[in-house]
């Protein structure tokens, strides 16, 4: 392998490398922070974030983006340590050998990208165009025959043990990339701990128990006019899936609803009104608050999701990608939700959502989410686990 081939794909494994570890960053920041908008997110065509939450994202709860990392790494390692001017490079058919895997797999991603989810990622084109140049310029360098690297891949590994720097380096980069999938956090990870904090809450002391039960019986109360059917506990709130605020909530609360619906069957009513920060189909506001572009589509992708059946997943995916466009928002309706006429949906649920938003005015919304219970409104902000759970209980047992 020449000095030029060895420096060209040298710098084509760091450039890929750069936009696979940028892509497991933002996947990272995705999961991790509800209010987190990419800066690949141009629009609905071309939405890093929109791939990275699809189950074509990951495999094993691990980034795609890791693989990528990996494989980069892999490649650059190899022709970092390769020596130059060898007639027949083993490097060069290691490189070739793993060229050819890379390139199949981001033919298959590209063709998920384009055929199947019909959205591009910026960063994931820069790995693939990356690939596809290491491809070419291992292809037309002199290279050990393939049928010859099995018997010597034992003895190349010996030889990298042998040598200090790149025993070093080497081991340095698998722990590395082993810990990151380690520990990178899975979606299914994150919801157990906020389960896990639920259940770790600090217990109330007796007294401290009473005197928020003495103020609570003293809270005004307020007809909602809804419907309990046989619930004892109507708990509503009034949302914006664009809010951060709001997912927030959504996870804190949510283990603890579950939970309490396990113990006591059917004794809650969960009633979501939407309250979306957009004049757009909010008349209660002068002005669409910036970041909340997408607000109405949210509320009618929800509210159509949940006529179909699928409203935990398209909440899910419209918690966890806020602050994105009216596009992103429809792209992942009609991926999520099947064929629809959003245009036509959005007409027919504009008057239900104005209907809350008339009622919120009513009840003097003033910011969300707001909440409920039973007709007593709770402060602003997020109510601590234990005092939540407390709540509930003194309904519950409430003639």
Known sequence: MSSRIRALILALAIVGLGFSAASSWVHYRSLTDAA???????????????????????????????????????????????????????????????????????????????????TWCVLCMGTYVSVAGIFFLSSFTSAESMSRLPARLFNDLAAIVSRPVTLVVTALFVVGTGTLIAFFPREEDMAARAEQAAAAATPLSADTQKVFADAWAKQPRTDLGINPDGARIVIVKFNDYECPACAQAEMTYKPVLQKFEAAH??????????????????????????????????????????????????????????????????????????????????????????????????????????????????????????YFELLLNLELDRP
């Open 36 to 118: 987190y908008v990419s800066p690949c997110d141009i629009n609905a065509k071309f939405n890093c974030t929109e791939l990275y939450k699809s189950r074509y994202g990951s495999v094993a709860g691990v980034p795609v983006a890791f693989g990528g990392v990996i494989w980069f790494g892999l490649v650059g390692l190899i022709a970092a340590f390769a020596r130059p001017g060898e007639s027949r490079s083993a490097a060069a058919a290691y490189i070739f050998a793993l060229s050819v895997v890379g390139l199949a797999v981001v033919l298959y991603l590209g063709y998920v990208s384009s055929m199947v989810l019909q």
């Open 265 to 386: 069957p059917g004794s809650v009513k969960y009633v979501m009104k939407d309250w979306p920060w957009n004049s757009a189909c909010n008349f209660g506001i002068a002005s669409t608050i910036p970041g909340h572009e997408a607000a109405c589509d949210a509320a009618v992708a929800a509210r159509v999701a949940r006529e179909r059946g699928k409203y935990d997943e398209m909440a899910g995916w419209l918690f966890s990608n806020q602050q994105t466009s009216p596009e992103n928002v429809r792209a992942a309706a009609a991926r999520i939700l099947g064929p629809l006429d959003f245009d036509k949906e959005y007409a027919a649920k504009l008057p239900d959502i104005r209907r809350d938003i008339a009622d919120g005015g009513v009840l003097g919304i003033e910011s969300t989410p707001t909440y409920f219970v039973n007709g007593v409104k709770l402060p602003s902000g997020l109510m601590p686990i234990p």
